[in-house]
Nanobody, 123 residues
Framework: QVQLVESGGGLVQAGDSLRLSCAAS??????MGWFRQAPGKEREFVAA????????YYADSVKGRFTISRDNAKKTVYLQMNSLKPEETAVYFC??????????????????WGQGTQVTVSS
């Protein structure tokens, strides 16, 4: 079992920044990802990081604006989000993948999910 707790969401204006955190506890895992889901839309890949090597992956829509990083000692992953846009309003979820079988951008790869944190970007 892995427990995940997200924090850092909130209401910001377009162009502002937010930093999300995801603290993990329990079993070790191989990869951690961030996804987001807006009302009426499918869950969308945002960014991911491999736990051992720290290799990062980003959706094209966030490259250059978002940065994913990890603190191994704290077992925490961060998502720094800059230049936020109104269309990025969504619930943001972190998730962990134990097995590294399915491509990292696919939500089906992930075994455990956090409860989500709301990010609202006003125009």
């Amino acid at each position: 079992q892995v427990q995940l707790v997200e924090s850092g969401g909130g209401l910001v204006q377009a162009g502002d920044s937010l930093r999300l955190s995801c603290a993990a506890s329990g079993r070790t895992f191989s990869r951690m990802g961030w996804f987001r889901q807006a009302p009426g839309k499918e869950r969308e890949f945002v960014a991911a990081i491999t736990w051992s090597a720290g290799t990062t992956y980003y959706a094209d829509s966030v490259k250059g604006r978002f940065t994913i990083s990890r603190d191994n000692a704290k077992k925490t992953v961060y998502l720094q989000m800059n230049s936020l846009k109104p269309e990025e309003t969504a619930v943001y979820f972190c998730a962990v993948d134990m097995h590294v079988i399915i491509p990292i951008i696919d939500p089906r790869a992930y075994d455990y999910w956090g409860q989500g944190t709301q990010v609202t970007v006003s125009s």
